[in-house]
C-alpha cells in the first residue's frame, strides 16, 4: 500500500451514536493529514449521544458534522472509496454488512458500550472517557503502521491484531 492519498476509514456500530463517533472524531482530529475518518450505523440513531458529544468538546475535538448516519450511505455511488472498515460494538461485528466497494480491509475493535453505563452522571462521564481512551490507543496504533512497508494481508493482520491485544491486556 505505497499509495500516497489519504486513506478512507470507516467505524461502524449498531447505533452509530457513541463508539463509532468517538473513534470518527478522534481519527479526524490525531491523523487528518493521511486519513478520513467516518462513522456509520446498521441500524443508526436520531443523533449522536450528548455523552459522547461533551467528552469531544472537553478534549478540544471538533463536534462539527457528526451525525448518526446509515452504513448504507457508505455503499452508495459518489460514497467516499473505504480503505479500512473497523467494527466497534459486538453486534455490528456480527450482522451482514453491505458489500463494500473495493474489498477494504477489516477488523473488529469490540470496545463496551458506554451508552449502556447506569449510575450517576459522573459514572456516565467515566464510562465515555474510558470508550474513548480504549478507542484512542487503538488508533494511535493503527496511523503508526509502517504502511508503506505492509502488504494488504499484512496490513489486515496488524489492524486485527491491535484489537485483539489490547482487549486481552484490559485496555
Known amino acids: 500500500m505505497t499509495e ?3 486513506y478512507n476509514v470507516l467505524f461502524l456500530c449498531t447505533h452509530n451514536s457513541a463508539r463509532s463517533i468517538l473513534a470518527e472524531a478522534a481519527l479526524n482530529q490525531l491523523a487528518s493529514d493521511r486519513f478520513v475518518g467516518y462513522s456509520a450505523g446498521s441500524h443508526p440513531g ?3 449521544n450528548p455523552y459522547a458529544l461533551d467528552l469531544l468538546r472537553s478534549q478540544g475535538i471538533s463536534t462539527e458534522g457528526l451525525r448518526s448516519k446509515s452504513w448504507d450511505e ?3 455511488d459518489g460514497a467516499p472509496q473505504i480503505d479500512f472498515i473497523f467494527t466497534v460494538c459486538d453486534n455490528a461485528a456480527g450482522e451482514v454488512c453491505p458489500i463494500w466497494p473495493g474489498h477494504p480491509a477489516k477488523a473488529h475493535w469490540g470496545v463496551p458500550d458506554p451508552s449502556t453505563a447506569e449510575g450517576s452522571d459522573d459514572d456516565k462521564r467515566k464510562a465515555f472517557l474510558q470508550a474513548y481512551v480504549q478507542m484512542r490507543k487503538r488508533i494511535e496504533l493503527f496511523t503508526n503502521l509502517p504502511f508503506e512497508k505492509l502488504d494488504r494481508i499484512a496490513i489486515q493482520q496488524e489492524m486485527q491484531s491491535i484489537g485483539t ?7
Open 165 to 171: 491485544s489490547l482487549r486481552e491486556k484490559g485496555e
Open 4 to 6: 500516497h492519498r489519504k
Open 74 to 76: 457508505f455503499a452508495e
Open 46 to 48: 436520531t443523533a449522536p
